[in-house]
C-alpha cells in the first residue's frame, strides 16, 4: 500500500486479498478518508503476482515498482499516473527480492532503489538507478553511503 500526491490530489494504491489487483482510491482533501474508488490499474503484459508496490514519477512518467513472485523487482511506466502501465518483461533486480522502494540518493547519486531479501544474506539491498530509455536500470552505487547492509544469520 503507498500515497501518491499529485497536485493537490492524494491517491492510495493497495492491493486485493488476491495480490491480482492494484486498487486505487482518491482521498479526501485531509487524506485521512476515501473520496471515491478508482479504476484498478491496468497493466500490458502479464504482471503475474505482484507485492509491495510503490509509484515514483520520472520526468513526464509514472513508474510503479513492484515485488513479484519469485521473479524479482519489476517496473511498469504509464504516461498517466492511472495506467495503462507498460511492464517491463525483465526484472529490474532478479532473485528473491521484496519491498522495493525509491528513496532520493546521496550526493550526485540521483535516486536509489531500497529493498529486502527474504532468504540468506538477508538484509536491505541498494542499487543506484540510472534511466536508459525510458526504463530505469539498477547499478551498483558510487557512494560510499549507498551500500547493502546485510545479516547472515
Not at 119 to 142: E, R
Request: hydrophobic share 30%; charged share 25%; proline share 5%.
Amino acid at each position: 500500500m503507498f500515497k501518491f500526491v499529485s497536485g493537490s490530489n492524494s491517491y492510495l494504491f493497495y492491493k486485493d486479498s488476491e495480490y491480482r489487483a492494484v486498487k486505487v482510491a482518491k482521498l479526501t482533501p485531509n487524506g485521512l478518508g476515501i473520496k471515491k474508488q478508482l479504476p484498478d490499474l491496468k497493466f500490458n503484459g502479464d504482471g503475474g503476482i505482484l507485492h509491495d508496490c510503490r509509484s515514483h514519477r520520472h520526468g513526464n512518467l509514472y513508474y510503479i515498482f513492484c515485488e513479484r513472485s519469485g521473479f524479482g523487482i519489476v517496473v511498469a511506466k504509464s504516461t498517466n499516473l492511472m495506467g495503462p502501465y507498460d511492464l517491463k518483461r525483465d526484472a529490474l533486480v532478479p532473485g528473491r527480492f521484496d519491498s522495493p522502494n525509491i528513496v532520493k540518493g546521496f550526493g550526485d547519486e540521483g535516486h536509489v532503489l531500497v529493498y529486502g531479501k527474504d532468504k540468506k544474506p538477508y538484509g536491505v539491498w541498494v542499487s543506484c538507478l540510472s534511466w536508459k530509455n525510458g526504463w530505469p536500470v539498477a547499478n551498483k552505487c558510487k557512494s560510499e553511503y549507498s551500500t547493502s547492509v546485510t545479516q547472515t544469520s
